[in-house]
């Protein structure tokens, strides 16, 4: 064995999402086994191999796994599929049914309790929830004056938050279930704030590459745009991508923006706790939002440090992101631009912070700044001024 090939980690990402097309072409196109030439029997030797139950599903899974190796897609896949059942002509795949629903808000002034009320996080949990701890949620103190609900669509595995595996394009199945979610969220007189996957689902599922991040993020914003008001890549971009990758942060923006209508949904951006939000995520695009998070022990004023810049507590650190956003708006390098506080609250018991706040205090810490002109906050449910 010691002359044997090393295997990559690449190689095993490759393998597994291969053997998910397989599993997906074999669920939705091949129910009936319907292929040419005769159909095996149990005298045949069939078995039992879970999803690919017969020697005709193990047949495709060996051929999607060669096929995809010599650079086929997923939806060259699809059409070779139909092309074996006898459909030689192939219609395209249905889009997703687009809403007629407009949204309950738009996004130049979102108000939310983003960090609290029942499950939290809600936000990575949301599509393994059960209908009515949605509902339960949506309609708890905390989110009862809130306009906007932040959901992650697509997640990973983080035990400690309650985030479990959930894959938003995996099937028609699991499309319909995420707007079917949306829409509830839109149906109970709130917009839908999308992060397009967690961290989680970016690292575990798509391996971490930046090749596979891109059409994810565009087919993503395609299928679910026209139900949120805002989407954003994951939380905290330059967790992953820092100071070093703003190329590529760029083209993650640039994605979410080619596939959704400017006049309907923002493009975000959520940094790390005391991180400005550089222009060129942005540069050239319209209608997007700097999702600024404060550190939560951080006080209205006061002097703190954070990224290598002193401010004037969360006001001052809102206020010079404000301005420069401002100014690059006035000189025509981006659209329109709104800035905002994301996050600068946490609820007793959660960790990240020695001095939390309860809800009440965090709604009274976001009113504080609403006053002192900052132009929204996601935090504690704070309303903006008019």
């Not at 309609?139 to 938050?161: N, W, Y």
Request: hydrophobic share 35%; proline share 6%; with cysteine.
């Amino acid at each position: 064995m010691s002359n044997d090939k090393p295997i990559s980690t690449d190689d095993i990402l490759r393998l597994k999402e291969w053997i998910r097309w397989a599993a997906d072409l074999s669920m939705r196109l091949c129910p009936h086994h319907e292929w040419l030439g005769p159909r095996p029997s149990a005298k045949d030797g069939c078995f039992d191999a879970g999803f690919l139950r017969n020697h005709e599903e193990l047949q495709l899974l060996a051929e999607v796994i060669l096929r995809a190796d010599n650079g086929a897609t997923h939806g060259e896949l699809e059409q070779w599929i139909r092309s074996v059942q006898g459909q030689q002509e192939v219609d395209p795949a249905p889009a997703p049914e687009q809403s007629s629903v407009g949204l309950p808000y738009g996004w130049e002034k979102p108000r939310g309790a983003y960090l609290y009320g029942p499950f939290w996080l809600f936000a990575c949990q949301a599509m393994k929830l059960g209908d009515e701890q949605v509902e339960r949620y949506l309609r708890s103190p905390e989110q009862r004056e809130s306009t906007h609900v932040v959901i992650d669509l697509s997640t990973g595995t983080r035990p400690a938050l309650g985030e479990q595996p959930f894959h938003a394009l995996g099937s028609k199945e699991t499309i319909a279930h995420v707007r079917k979610r949306l829409k509830h969220i839109i149906e109970i007189g709130k917009s839908p704030w999308a992060y397009l996957c967690s961290q989680e689902y970016f690292l575990q599922e798509l391996g971490g590459s930046h090749k596979r991040l891109i059409p994810f993020l565009e087919e993503s914003a395609e299928t679910f745009g026209d139900l949120c008001s805002h989407m954003t890549p994951f939380r905290e971009v330059g967790d992953i991508y820092q100071s070093d990758s703003l190329q590529e942060r760029h083209d993650i923006f640039s994605a979410i923006r080619r596939k959704t209508d400017p006049d309907r949904t923002a493009v975000a951006v959520h940094e790390r706790a005391g991180e400005g939000i550089p222009v060129s995520d942005v540069d050239g695009l319209d209608a997007t939002v700097s999702a600024l998070q404060a550190p939560f022990d951080w006080n209205i004023r006061g002097r703190y440090e954070a990224g290598g810049h002193e401010y004037d507590g969360v006001l001052g650190f809102y206020r010079v992101h404000d301005l420069r956003m401002k100014r690059y708006e006035k000189d025509g390098r981006i659209g329109r631009h709104s800035v905002g506080i994301f996050e600068c609250s946490i609820g007793p018991g959660k960790g990240f912070t020695s001095r939390p706040r309860t809800f009440e205090q965090a709604k009274r810490f976001g009113e504080m700044l609403i006053r002192e002109g900052v132009a929204w906050e996601m935090s504690g449910g704070a309303k903006p001024r008019s």
